[in-house]
């Protein structure tokens, strides 16, 4: 990969930055030209550093979803798989409720933009993260067989969007998580 110019390095900064603050108000439908404008480039500038809507939303969540994948990781070890996978869901659903766009670029195939070429990498590295968690519950039969990554992220999502503009979107997110795991009745 060859290395980038300085100012090139500086502009990915500074849309970075201006993409970020975008997307915490305006959510993942974020205006690419308004975030050119405030960053002080072109909109061709900001196309060449991020090809794609979906590519600008993977960069913008980058840090926190690898914190959240690292939990992933070491979560897989604990003793009791229930606990481990609902622990991982509520902070992921805790963060994408406080993070507005973050729903659309976990959604597996979330219709971004016609760039159907760019893959979904904020997807895949949950999907990464995961797996082995939903996959060690699936076999302490803790969850339903045949449960998928996809199903759970696209849960997720639901109730993100669902809440996004509810008074407290995170509290909101957090009991509807607790509905969607409890079941929608009693146990007899």
């Known amino acids: 990969m060859p290395v980038q110019r300085a100012d090139a390095r500086r502009n990915y900064a500074r849309i970075l930055a201006v993409a970020e603050a975008e997307v915490a108000e305006h959510g993942a439908d974020a205006s690419l030209e308004q975030i050119a404008r405030v960053a002080g480039v072109g909109s061709a500038t900001v196309r060449r550093h991020f090809p794609s809507r979906r590519a600008l939303l993977d960069a913008v969540f980058h840090e926190r979803l690898d914190a ?4 992933a990781h070491e979560l897989s070890g604990s003793p009791d798989a ?8 509520t902070a992921v659903t805790a963060y994408a409720a406080s993070a507005r766009g973050l729903a659309v670029a976990l959604t597996p195939d979330a219709p971004i933009s016609a760039d159907a070429a760019h893959l979904n990498a904020c997807a895949a590295k949950f999907t990464e993260a995961l797996d082995p968690l939903l996959r060690r519950a699936e076999r302490d039969g803790a969850v339903a067989p045949g449960l998928t990554v996809a199903d759970l992220l696209t849960l997720i999502a639901g109730i993100v969007w669902a809440t996004e503009h509810h008074q407290d979107p995170a509290a909101e997110a957090h009991r509807l998580l607790g509905l969607t795991v409890a079941g929608l009745s009693p146990k007899s």
Not at 68 to 71: F, N, P, S
Not at 82 to 89: N, V
């Open 82 to 89: 229930r606990a481990a996978l609902l622990e991982w869901l």
């Open 68 to 71: 959240l994948c690292v939990r």
